[in-house]
């Protein structure tokens, strides 16, 4: 079951903005060809891979007789379940989701925007394509969790990547660093306290629960509603998040539905594995909208698509 967290008072509405490694750097990893992408490619990507002996694309090396580039470690895959109450060892999972496009609402008037400037609330220049209500957020406390999309090369369908940041975890005690969370401290016990675990209750069916109790953790660090970010994902780009990066699931808008491959460490406890909070508001529609620019979709001479908002 969902905690439940009230959304703010004051409508909000943020533009999604196109889908970097700097700008998603808080939340976790873009997954993309780095010669293609600008911010990670100091020097012109040289069309022989053999080039790369003359440096021109840092970071890869030369495999297959010469005909392709491999970059190791393109993002970074965490199991952090020795920290969970269980303590249950968990396994890699790989799982396919089949997402088909979201409704979205017309665009209207919201009171209210988030942003760092005044022109982050105004409407981008070619209009917007709709607006996606923000309803539920999730965050996977122990693992990383990464989505690739499969055969989307049609320039109508893209994904939608939102992320909030965490909040702290109370007054006077250090916040939890997003994106990964800090196990809490463990206590002293007492002899009473060792000696009480080690005798075994006389029925099998009273014998503690290895599961955590309902809400085990979910009143710290929830996430911060004020400071959302959403991203337009074009499908040469799949993510990774961070372990307990609070997210929207998966969002396909388009025509199309999407299919990702979904790589991520679990151990079968509902609690440790996935963390839900529904955002409640006084509105049908929502309190917190995500407005989608319209895409103009620009194939170069290359014939590599590029995505103007």
């Excluded at 959403?230 to 961070?242: E, L």
């Excluded at 955002?279 to 909208?289: A, P, S």
Aim: hydrophobic fraction near 35%.
């Amino acid at each position: 079951m969902a905690l439940t967290v009230k959304a703010p008072s004051i409508p909000l509405r943020l533009i999604a903005e196109p889908l970097t490694p700097s700008a998603f750097a808080p939340f976790g990893t873009v997954i993309e060809n780095p010669s293609r992408s600008a911010s990670n490619a100091p020097h012109p990507p040289s069309p022989d891979p053999r080039g790369l002996s003359r440096g021109s694309s840092a970071g890869a090396v030369v495999a297959n007789q010469g005909t392709a580039l491999r970059y190791s470690d393109v993002a970074q895959l965490l199991n952090l379940y020795d920290r969970a109450p269980s303590r249950l060892s968990a396994r890699m999972v790989m799982s396919m989701f089949i997402c088909s496009p979201r409704d979205l609402l017309p665009d209207m008037a919201v009171a209210g925007s988030i942003g760092n400037t005044a022109e982050d609330s105004q409407s981008p220049p070619g209009g917007i394509e709709g607006l996606f209500p923000v309803k539920v957020l999730e965050r996977h406390p122990f693992t990383t969790q990464t989505f690739i999309p499969l055969g989307l090369s049609s320039p109508d369908t893209s994904y939608l990547v939102i992320v909030a940041p965490t909040l702290p975890l109370s007054r006077g005690r250090e916040a939890r660093p997003p994106p990964f969370p800090v196990p809490e401290p463990r206590k002293r016990r007492s002899l009473s306290e060792i000696l009480s675990r080690a005798r075994q209750p006389p029925f099998p069916e009273n014998r503690p629960s290895l599961a955590p109790s309902p809400g085990h953790g979910r009143r710290k660090g929830l996430p911060d509603l004020k400071n959302l970010r959403a991203f337009i994902a074009k499908g040469s780009q799949a993510i990774t998040y961070g372990a307990g990066t609070w997210h929207a699931p998966m969002v396909v808008f388009g025509k199309s539905k999407v299919e990702f491959v979904v790589v991520q460490y679990s151990n079968g406890v509902a609690e440790e594995d996935c963390q839900e909070v529904e955002i409640v508001d006084d509105t049908m529609d929502g309190t917190i909208v995500v407005a989608i620019p319209r895409i103009d979709f620009q194939t170069p001479e290359n014939g590599e698509l590029k995505a103007k908002l």
